[in-house]
């Protein structure tokens, strides 16, 4: 259970460290109309407007480092990153339905939408296993 955390934090991170993101990165704020100094302000903002915004910046991520088509996130993809940045967790087949679990529960004809849902069912399942790991610590 502890390299399933591991491996869920580690995949998010991951997604963004391909060779591109630091061009998808910049690429995508300034798409979106942001700086870099502007970026804490918008993680903060809770607001309807600012989940959107944000959501739609992780969706133009995820489009230029080949996560996502569209509004389709390309699991085959998602599987290489697993392999990838998994290569010796012993858990690796229950990660992998995890991400499954998350990537069909995200579908939605907005891209916006589904790398919303995307990250909240990988929120979701990390503090789940977190849960499981140390109940009654976490709410």
């Known amino acids: 259970m502890k390299d399933i955390i591991l491996v869920l934090c580690t995949l998010y991170l991951a997604s963004f460290a391909v ?4 061009e ?4 995508c704020l300034q798409e979106a109309g942001v700086t870099i100094e502007n970026v804490p302000s918008i993680a903060r903002d809770m607001s309807d407007e600012g989940i959107r915004r944000r959501s739609c910046i992780i969706a133009c991520m995820m489009q230029k480092v080949g996560l996502m088509n569209g509004n389709m996130i ?5 599987e290489q990153l697993i392999d990838q940045i998994t290569p010796n967790v012993v858990n690796v087949n229950e ?5 499954r ?19 909240t069912c990988a929120q979701d399942q990390v503090r789940n296993a977190f849960r499981q790991l140390m109940p009654g610590t976490f709410v």
């Open 19 to 22: 060779v591109r993101a630091d």
């Open 24 to 27: 998808a990165r910049t690429s």
């Open 74 to 78: 390309d699991m085959e993809r998602m």
């Open 95 to 99: 990660l992998r339905q995890s991400v």
């Open 101 to 119: 679990q998350c990537v069909e529960s995200a579908a939605n004809d907005d891209q916006c939408v589904v790398a919303q849902n995307l990250v």
